[in-house]
């Protein structure tokens, strides 16, 4: 029978880093052979009806929902591990783990310019909170058009307000 409570646990888990949960990750797999067996099933009866279709349908939905589940929870326990907290990691996670970072590490060593860690908010130096001291008229940067109106605060790309910023007309505000 098909249980998915085991697989919303194991959802709920993947956001803490707590010891591997085995037994749900091969209930979710015996689930998943489960389906393929009731799948082949189905392949081989040669009936073919609307519920059947429906059926297999379903059936393939579910196993692909629980790959998901079990690439999830390995990839969330991937974005939480480093190097300090291995030991948390059974011997097949920790081998996939080490696997997937030296994939990672190929990946990025090919475009070393470009830096790919995290970060949730815009670079400082290219963004400005600015008071505006005087009308300023209209500015145009690449799709925002925005009209700088005296006593307002604006947060805007510090290339496209160097002028005003010059004149004087706005100021950095923090």
Not at 4 to 32: A, S
Not at 35 to 48: H, S
Request: with cysteine; aromatic share 12%.
């Amino acid at each position: 029978m098909l249980n998915d409570k085991n697989g919303m646990l194991l959802l709920e888990e993947c956001n803490n880093l707590k010891k591997f949960n085995k037994v749900l990750v091969q209930d979710l797999e015996q689930q998943m052979v489960f389906v393929d067996e009731l799948m082949e099933e189905i392949k081989t009866a040669g009936v073919l009806t609307e519920e059947t279709s429906l059926n297999y349908a379903f059936l393939n939905f579910y196993k692909k929902r629980c790959e998901n589940i079990i690439n999830v929870y390995f990839y969330r326990r991937f974005l939480m591990t480093d190097e300090t907290n291995l030991d948390l990691l059974n011997d097949d996670e920790r081998n996939r783990w080490i696997d997937l970072k030296n994939a990672q590490l190929d990946y990025f060593s090919k475009f070393p310019k470009i830096s790919f860690e995290r970060t949730n908010h815009p670079p400082e130096a290219l963004y400005v909170q600015v008071i505006c001291l005087k009308d300023s008229g209209i500015i145009y940067d690449e799709e925002e058009i925005v009209e700088l109106i005296k006593g307002r605060i604006y947060f805007l790309k510090r290339k496209s307000i160097e002028h005003l910023l010059l004149e004087s007309a706005l100021e950095i505000f923090n």
